[in-house]
């Protein structure tokens, strides 16, 4: 009975050492004299350290970021100070003083190169002035005897004009000997201008030059 007992626990051993043998892989027994090395436990996870979890990433975060811009650069700008008009003094209109013309009564227009004559004067001359005279008394209105002589001169006129050139009028350009005869009324004076052959003629403003031919030089005797 005990042996058929012993035969049962070996069976019992021999079938628990195969179902061993069958899970696990099987290990190589050392040799002779050495120490069989056992299998090191399996790692095992601190159960209180937190589960790794897997974090999926979405399409925007997984495409690269885009790339940089390059602004085209801009040069900076220079800011003028305002500039201050500085003001000009008023300058004060000057007033033109005009000239009067020998009839209003001012200051001969004696030529330069003028010879001042005095009374008696020739003949020719003095038949000069009384008809410049007349010629004044008809224009005016007035009888001869309140015209006065103011100055008479002998002159050298420039060109055929006689010292009375008419706009648009060309002269001959020689010198001219002539005389100048200056006639008073009042305070007006008027100029006579001539050749000192040909009845004078008078030159002033109011009355404008008097039509006259151009003469020939004067011939010597």
């Not at 006129?157 to 350009?173: E, H, K, N, T, V």
Request: glycine fraction near 8%; charged fraction near 10%; hydrophobic fraction near 40%.
């Amino acid at each position: 009975m005990r042996a058929l007992l012993v035969i049962l626990i070996g069976v019992f051993l021999l079938v628990a050492c195969g179902t061993a043998t069958g899970s696990l892989p099987a290990q190589p027994l050392p040799p002779p004299g050495q120490p069989f090395r056992t299998q090191p436990p399996a790692a095992t996870r601190d159960a209180s350290l937190p589960a790794p979890t897997a974090t999926i990433l979405s399409e925007e975060t997984a495409q690269p970021p885009p790339a940089p811009v390059v602004l085209p650069t801009v040069g900076a700008t220079v800011v003028l100070p305002p500039t201050v008009a500085t003001p000009l003094p008023a300058v004060p209109p000057v007033k033109e003083t005009p000239m009067p013309p020998s009839d209003q009564g001012g200051t001969s227009p004696m030529p330069a190169n003028a010879q001042p004559l005095t009374p008696p004067y020739d003949p020719n001359l003095a038949r000069l002035i009384d008809q410049a005279k007349q010629d004044l008394a008809q224009r005016l209105g007035v009888d001869v005897s309140v015209i006065e002589v103011a100055q008479v001169a002998a002159v050298t006129w420039p060109d055929g004009s006689l010292g009375c050139p008419r706009p648009g009028m060309a002269y001959i350009q020689v010198l001219i000997d002539g005389v100048f005869v200056q006639l008073r009324v009042g305070d007006q004076l008027y100029n006579y201008h001539g050749d000192g052959r040909q009845p004078l003629f008078l030159c002033d403003a109011q009355f404008g030059p008097q039509s006259q031919r151009p003469l020939p030089p004067r011939q010597a005797p």
